[in-house]
């Protein structure tokens, strides 16, 4: 079986590029519901992820199905929790059970950074979205590019390629940061994106080989628990001064950074309809602060730019910043199993509003 996997991710390199979506991949993460595993993954390049992704080789159930791409963070992605019991699988069952002709896609992926879910969506446009659910927090307005996060810095390097095409198409509102990228890698050796490549193919063949041994193993002890990489450590109290220091340093000046008028020029150029999800953070208050990444008087401004610059381009929006207790989360931005279905009831209802529009594409 791994072998056959080897094969079909070697024919990957020999024919990647733009994105073609009628080559795919087997399926590695969560049977190919997600771009990553929640345990972690060495592989960042998005040309095979996307393809081993259900995006790519999925048959749709009915004709008329519309195919709804939801994109964000961790926290979006559903993690730590498997992807039936996340906001997005929860939606699905729904839709599925009331026989309603759609179907979400979760290519949301860990880290809160912009340029990265803007990297991720121009990629996906290859496989034909009608909308796009862009979910996103104050922390995706982190303002420094490169990122000076290992995580971060390394998809950005595995996928320099698409990056360098990305940042000549100038996309407005989120031209700076790929231009920053781009020169950051300017004086590499030339074969070097093709060596990195290579290692990233070799790492997912041995992911491969793993996922075998993994669904063997779900198979013999299925009370195992669900397999993920650790969590942050819950808050027990931190200091709000350092805090806004923080926020002041990497994140102020993160709205010059917006997605927001790349994502009005791709409905401009491809009628997909839009929805922005202002996504739920806890509420955890020690002085000014709203919890351990910004202020309250941060949070407030962010989500009436938000719900501002939304309205002026006429998306959707769905505000569910404040939409859960602290006790439905299992750390700062990650809800837990109810919080997820909280969630999914909201977006649920929001989806079904798009899809009812007249001339919904």
Known sequence: MWRSKAGALLLLVLTAGEARGEICAPPFFDDGSRLYGTAGTQVLWLEPLLRQHEVCWRRAAREDEKRIFVFGNSSVLGFPHPNDKSAIGLVNRAFAESDIPAHLFNLAMPWTYGPKDALIIRSAQAFRPDVIVYSVTLDDSYHQAPAGFAPVDAFFLANSGAVDRFAGERP????????????????DWPLEPAWRKFRQLGSLVRIGVG??????????????PYETAPLEPASTGYDCAEVQRRFDLFWRGGRDWSLLPYLAQLRRDTGVEILVVNWPVAHDPVGDCYN???????????????????????????DLHDALPATEFIDTIHPALEGQRRVALRLEAALLDILAKPGAR
């Open 292 to 318: 351990a990444r910004y202020s309250a008087r941060d949070l407030e401004d962010y989500s009436l730019w938000l719900q501002r610059e939304v309205a002026s381009r006429g998306f959707q929006y769905l």
């Open 211 to 224: 996922q075998v041994g993994r669904r063997v193993r779900r198979a013999w002890f299925p009370d195992l």
């Open 172 to 187: 407005p509102g989120i031209q700076e940061p790929f231009g920053r990228y781009r020169a950051y890698w300017a004086d």
